[in-house]
């Protein structure tokens, strides 16, 4: 997959040739760039870095100095990239692209990780992210220190307030969803949302399921709720949570955490890749 996005960026990027580069930088020039750090935070995308330039130019040489998910501060220096100038030029703006946004991204979640350290909770990403480069985004919040939640939509089973309201009400969802997995033969989790009380009544009622997701419930309504649900279950918490009561709602006890701000709402990392004279 990570290939695949490579291949289609610098498809992208480059079409038919980097006229800039190639009407202006000579055949047989060799160069040094060093990639500057100019905010604070957590970096993510060097080992990308590396694959990028090696993917395009096998022959460019990478010196790492900070490895993804340490903490960068301006004037630090992640690596310096050695090789044809040609090369070095035309993946430069590839290489930030995903540099500045996965930092970004590891950066917030890190942020987040913290105000919830000393709990049980989990911090989760969600699908909201940017279409055709999901992988690099949810390797990001990796390296920031938070979990990816389900991939896509292939590799767990969610039933949402729309697949309910589709479905005929959380039993028919419930069990059809429990016979297509028998049908077909798939060992997938099944996780289920439930927007009140009386909708998680009905779902322990009915069972046959992983994962509880407590949609837009109040702390005080988890703790109620928690006491409810059966050990067997593993539940997230999820909705209008913020940076300003997060702590509270992973003091509940919740298993999980989703947050989709940390792939949808984040400040990039500024960062360039300078050349280097010698």
């Known amino acids: 997959m990570i290939d695949e996005i490579i291949a289609n960026a610098l498809r992208e990027d480059i079409g038919d040739g980097d006229h800039s580069t190639l009407s202006s930088v000579p055949e047989n020039g060799k160069g040094v760039a060093r990639l500057l750090v100019k905010d604070e935070g957590i970096i993510a995308g060097v080992e990308l870095a590396e694959r990028i330039f090696k993917t395009f130019d096998p022959n460019l040489e990478i010196e790492v100095f900070i490895k993804d998910g340490q903490h960068v501060k301006p004037g630090d220096v992640a690596f310096i990239v050695k090789g044809a100038s040609r090369s070095i030029l035309t993946t430069e703006r590839l290489v930030l692209n995903f540099m500045q946004r996965m930092s970004g991204i590891a950066t917030q979640t890190n942020r987040i990780v913290k105000l919830i350290e000393g709990t049980s909770a989990k911090l989760l990403d969600t699908r909201k992210t940017t279409p055709g480069i999901r992988y690099m985004e949810k390797w990001a919040v990796r390296i ?135």
Do not use: C, W
Request: hydrophobic share 40%; proline share 2%.
């Open 144 to 278: 920031g220190g938070g979990h990816n939640h389900r991939f896509a939509l292939y590799d767990m089973i969610m039933l949402k307030d729309n697949h309910i309201d589709y479905a005929g009400g959380i039993r028919p969802a419930i069990e059809k969803a429990n016979q297509y997995l028998k049908d077909t033969g798939k060992d997938l989790k099944i996780e289920i949302e439930v927007r009140n009380e009386e909708e998680l009544k009905e779902v322990l009622e009915v069972g046959q399921v992983n994962r509880i997701m407590l949609d837009n419930f109040s702390p005080e309504r988890i703790v109620a709720a928690l006491k409810t649900i059966p050990e067997s279950y593993e539940v997230e918490a999820s909705g209008g949570i913020t940076i300003d009561t997060i702590r509270a709602y992973a003091e509940t006890g919740v298993d999980f955490i989703s947050v989709g701000a940390l792939t949808h709402s984040f400040k990039s990392l500024d960062m360039s890749l300078k050349a280097v004279y010698e």
